[in-house]
């Protein structure tokens, strides 16, 4: 009978191992996630400016995972569920409770209601953009351009008020709460639009005669982050709002050029 039980029994699972291209960016995906749930401990706490720079490293790190798995050919199903889950709470939940804790709940249900609109534009926002990584029939100019406002550019954006609090322009947030939560609501509705941004993720090679000058610039952005890391985050926010006119302007060119 023992015999006959050894017989019937399930052979043992033999599990392949998993290259370590795919576990550092799901790695480096999983430091994002700890830095945004922090950032939400640290404004529970009162903690304002060391919460908006651990969202501004989730932001880091969220450009940093997909890179690297592209440029390690480690991308993944499960990477991308991951990542799609992880900038829902870096770029969604934290900068609404970040913004709310500093200025919105002067307005209470009102203000709590702003803040809910932010993080459900961030997850309508990222599930259709997992949604369009699958459509067949996207023209090729479009691949240079998001619909819509990223998520971590929408989280950078929704912080900046409390860059011009840090900067002492805004002395209190809940005081210019009737100016601050209208402001959100444009940045919620931006990002669930179908206006065409910038996307960066096609640039992969740059000429060599703008190699020096690009990692000029990129070294003096990381000065200006440590010397001056809320005059530079405001500046980035202003540039990159300026820049939505130009890429719909870039956008629609790029449309009627394919159109004949």
């Not at 019937?8 to 430091?31: D, E, G, M």
């Not at 501004?56 to 995972?65: G, P, R, T």
């Not at 991951?82 to 900038?87: G, I, Q, R, T, V």
């Not at 939940?93 to 913004?99: F, H, S």
């Amino acid at each position: 009978m023992a015999a006959d039980s050894e017989h019937h029994q399930a052979p043992a699972r033999s599990f392949r191992p998993v290259p370590v291209r795919y576990l550092l960016p799901n790695l480096i995906t999983l430091l994002a996630l700890c830095s945004g749930v922090t950032a939400i401990r640290l404004a529970v706490e009162g903690r304002y400016q060391v919460a908006v720079a651990a969202v501004i490293l989730a932001i880091f790190l969220d450009a940093v995972d997909g890179r690297l798995a592209r440029y390690l050919k480690g991308t993944s199903r499960f990477g991308a569920e991951l990542d799609s889950l992880a900038d829902f709470v870096n770029f969604g939940v934290a900068p609404a409770i970040l913004i709310y804790v500093w200025s919105l709940n002067a307005m209470k249900p009102l203000g709590w209601i702003v803040a809910l609109m932010l993080s459900m534009a961030c997850a309508l926002r990222l599930a259709r953009f997992n949604v369009a990584l699958e459509d067949p029939d996207k023209p090729a100019y479009a691949h240079a351009f998001f619909t819509g406002i990223p998520a971590p550019a929408g989280a950078g954006l929704a912080m900046a008020p409390m860059y011009l609090g840090f900067l002492d322009v805004v002395q209190d947030g809940h005081v210019y709460t009737k100016f601050i939560a209208p402001y959100i609501v444009v940045i919620a509705v931006l990002m669930v639009s179908r206006v065409p941004t910038f996307s960066g993720k096609t640039v992969t090679q740059v000429p060599r005669e703008l190699v020096l000058p690009i990692l000029a610039a990129a070294a003096l952005v990381v000065v200006c982050l440590i010397t001056f890391p809320w005059e530079t985050l405001l500046l980035a926010a202003v540039l990159y709002a300026a820049m939505i006119p130009v890429s719909v302007v870039t956008y629609y060119r790029h449309k009627r050029k394919a159109a004949g």
